[in-house]
């Protein structure tokens, strides 16, 4: 009788368990599972997808790498674990889209490709990733052409772009940045619109070099074409840089410091010499006294 009793008690606590953890598996429909990123993941795409996490997700899913995610059920996991590498990227996108249980949807937060930029991010820290291009036969990739001024009248960098025999490219995708010293700064991500041009407001206090030179890059997609722009404008603020450890050494101050400060810093010197030399003869004495 009581040895029945422990069975059912058993049976029952492997039941329960074995529901928990049917609801722990996150099924993705195969269709999902499989697909493939819109974006050609690199440096840009990771840098972007960096900025949404830092912002979005860390809170919950700590620092990549270091397992300090939040302790919750069921748990967030480290982004960088075998959990999240495992994964094919269709089902990342899905799960990041859809959300479950205290994992928030994204789906309206965030475009397809700021989501792609997240996988793309979430993949930076798996060495032996190599991303899977879809199958690009029979479709036509555009060859696309990168056309940058700036307009100081409305302070806006005019991106243009068109195919390599000038045709107008409308809705293309464009991201602009600033390459200053500590890394790249967005300056935002546009469509164009049906003349294939993209605003992008630069502020005109933003330091550049000694003549507001500021260095620019800016990328485009549309249909897996690509095309990248690295140069200079004259946008910024004219500034001239010193060097960022000029002048706050104490040794250097001594040409500026008043000769009062610098009498009295010695003073000080030779007064605490004074004080070591007096108590090592202090010792001394004492030893011979005893
Ligand atoms: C409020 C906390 C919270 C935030 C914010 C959050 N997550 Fe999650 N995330 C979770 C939890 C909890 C789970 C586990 C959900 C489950 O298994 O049902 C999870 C699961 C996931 C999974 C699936 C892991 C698996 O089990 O396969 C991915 C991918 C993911 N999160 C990515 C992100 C990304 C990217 C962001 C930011 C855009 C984000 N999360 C923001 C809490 C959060």
Not at 40 to 68: A, M, N, V, W
Not at 81 to 100: A, N, P, V, W
Not at 192 to 205: Q, R, V
């Amino acid at each position: 009788m009581k040895n029945s009793k422990v069975v059912w008690t058993i049976l029952l606590f492997a039941c329960c368990s074995a529901i928990a953890m049917a609801q722990e598996k996150w099924l993705v429909p195969e269709a999902n599972n499989d697909m493939l990123s819109i974006l050609i993941f690199d440096e840009d795409t990771q840098l972007e997808g960096k900025l949404i996490y830092t912002r979005s997700c860390r809170s919950c899913h700590g620092d990549p790498t270091k397992k300090d995610f939040t302790i919750m059920s069921p748990s967030p996991g480290d982004v960088a674990s075998d959990l999240y590498q495992d994964q094919t990227d269709g089902s990342l996108f899905y799960k990041i889209q859809k959300g479950r249980g205290p994992m928030p949807s994204f789906e309206n937060a965030f475009s397809e490709e700021e989501i792609w930029s997240l996988v793309s991010y979430i993949r930076s820290f798996n060495p032996e990733y190599q991303q899977k291009l879809p199958n690009l036969e029979g479709i036509e990739i555009p060859n696309l052409t990168l056309h940058i001024s700036y307009d100081e009248n409305i302070d806006k960098l005019v991106v243009k772009v068109t195919s390599d025999s000038l045709e107008v490219m409308a809705d293309a995708s464009v991201k602009a940045y600033i390459q200053g010293m500590f890394g790249k700064y967005p300056l935002g991500s546009e469509m164009t619109n049906e003349l294939g041009i993209a605003y992008f407001h630069i502020d005109s206090k933003i330091p550049g070099d000694t003549e507001g030179y500021l260095d620019i890059l800016v990328k485009t997609y549309k249909d897996y074409g690509t095309a990248k722009y690295a140069g200079k404008i004259q946008a910024g603020n004219p500034t001239i840089r010193k060097s960022a450890i000029e002048g706050r050494h104490l040794w250097s101050a001594a040409k500026k410091a008043p000769i009062w400060m610098i009498i009295i810093f010695n003073m000080m010197g030779i007064g605490i010499w004074g004080v070591i030399i007096y108590v090592i003869f202090g010792l001394r004495k004492f030893k011979k006294l005893s």
